[in-house]
C-alpha cells in the first residue's frame, strides 16, 4: 500500500527552525517528484516547495524562498524540509505529495500531485 507520512511538526517560537521528514513506503520513491504544501485555517492549500525525481532540480514559492530547504535520501525514502527563521504566518498544517510527472513544473498545482501524506501541524507562536 502506498503511503507518505509526515512527521516533526509541533510549536517552535518565532525565529526558530524545524526539519519536516516525509517517509514513503509501498512504492519506489525514486521516479516520483515530492512537494510540500501547507494550508492554515481558513485558506487554500499552498505549495511551498518541490523537489524532482533525482533531486537536481529545486523549486520554492516567493514567500519561503532563502528560509526553507527541501532534501531528499532516495535509498531511505525520505523527503525533508528544513525551515528557518519561522514567523508566525508559517503556521499551518503541511503536508507531502508525490508526483508520478517526476519534475516540478507544474509543482504549485495540487492536482500535479498523485498521492498525499495526512499533514503534520507547525505552529510557530511565542
Known amino acids: 500500500q502506498l503511503q507518505l507520512v509526515e512527521s516533526g511538526g509541533g510549536l517552535v517560537q518565532p525565529g526558530g527552525s524545524l526539519r519536516l521528514s516525509c517517509a514513503a513506503s509501498?512504492?519506489?520513491?525514486?521516479?516520483?517528484?515530492i512537494g510540500w504544501f501547507r494550508q492554515a485555517p481558513g485558506k487554500e492549500r499552498e505549495g511551498v516547495a518541490c523537489?524532482?525525481?533525482?533531486?537536481?532540480?529545486?523549486k520554492y514559492a516567493d514567500s519561503v524562498k532563502d528560509r526553507l530547504t527541501i532534501s531528499r535520501d532516495n535509498a531511505k525514502k525520505m523527503v525533508y524540509l528544513k525551515m528557518n527563521s519561522l514567523k508566525p504566518g508559517d503556521t499551518a498544517v503541511y503536508y507531502c505529495?508525490?508526483?508520478?510527472?517526476?519534475?516540478?513544473?507544474?509543482?504549485?498545482?495540487?492536482?500535479?500531485?498523485?498521492?498525499w501524506g495526512q499533514g503534520t501541524q507547525v505552529t510557530v507562536s511565542s
Open positions: 505529495a508525490a508526483s508520478e510527472y517526476g519534475d516540478c513544473s507544474g509543482s504549485d498545482a495540487p492536482l500535479w500531485y498523485n498521492y
Open positions: 509501498g512504492f519506489t520513491l525514486d521516479y516520483y517528484a
Open positions: 523537489i524532482s525525481s533525482s533531486g537536481g532540480s529545486t
